[in-house]
C-alpha cells in the first residue's frame, strides 16, 4: 500500500500563502499519479490538483492560484498556495493512484485508492 503524510497545514489571512507537502512510501508500483483533494464539512470531496509525472492539471477555482510540484528524489509533492481566499478553507488530502494519465484528473477522485490522513488549512 502506498502510505501518503501530509504536512504544512494552517490558519492564514486572505490574499497569503501556504505550501502543503506529502510524502509518499509504501509503493510497489510507483505512482505516478498524485493530487491533492479538499473536503469541508458537509460537502463531497473535490480535486484541486493532480500531476501525473510533471505535468500538473487544476481545478477552475485555483487555476493561476495554485501549482503542484513533485520531487521524485525525496518520494513528495507540495502544493504551493497563493493568494488564498475563504473559500479554500478545508481539509486537505493528497492522494494517489496507479491510474494513467487520462485519469489523473481533479474530477477523477474516485480513481485515487490511496488517501492521507488530511491536513486542515484556514483562510479568514
Known amino acids: 500500500h502506498v502510505q501518503l503524510v501530509e504536512s504544512g497545514g494552517g490558519s492564514v489571512k486572505a490574499g497569503g500563502s501556504l505550501r502543503l507537502s506529502c510524502k509518499f512510501s509504501g509503493y510497489t508500483l510507483y505512482p505516478y499519479c498524485m493530487g491533492w483533494f479538499r473536503q469541508t464539512p458537509g460537502n463531497e470531496r473535490e480535486g484541486v490538483a493532480t500531476?501525473?509525472?510533471?505535468?500538473?492539471a487544476y481545478a477552475d477555482a485555483v487555476k493561476g492560484r495554485f501549482t503542484i510540484f513533485r520531487f521524485d528524489g525525496e518520494n513528495t509533492i507540495d502544493l504551493q498556495m497563493t493568494d488564498l481566499k475563504a473559500e479554500d478553507t478545508g481539509m486537505y488530502y493528497c492522494?494517489?493512484?496507479?491510474?494513467?494519465?487520462?485519469?489523473?484528473?481533479?474530477?477523477?477522485?474516485?480513481?485515487?485508492?490511496?488517501w492521507g490522513q488530511g491536513t486542515q488549512v484556514t483562510v479568514s
Open positions: 500531476i501525473y509525472h510533471f505535468e500538473g
Open positions: 492522494a494517489a493512484t496507479n491510474a494513467d494519465a487520462s485519469r489523473c484528473k481533479p474530477d477523477r477522485t474516485q480513481d485515487f485508492p490511496y
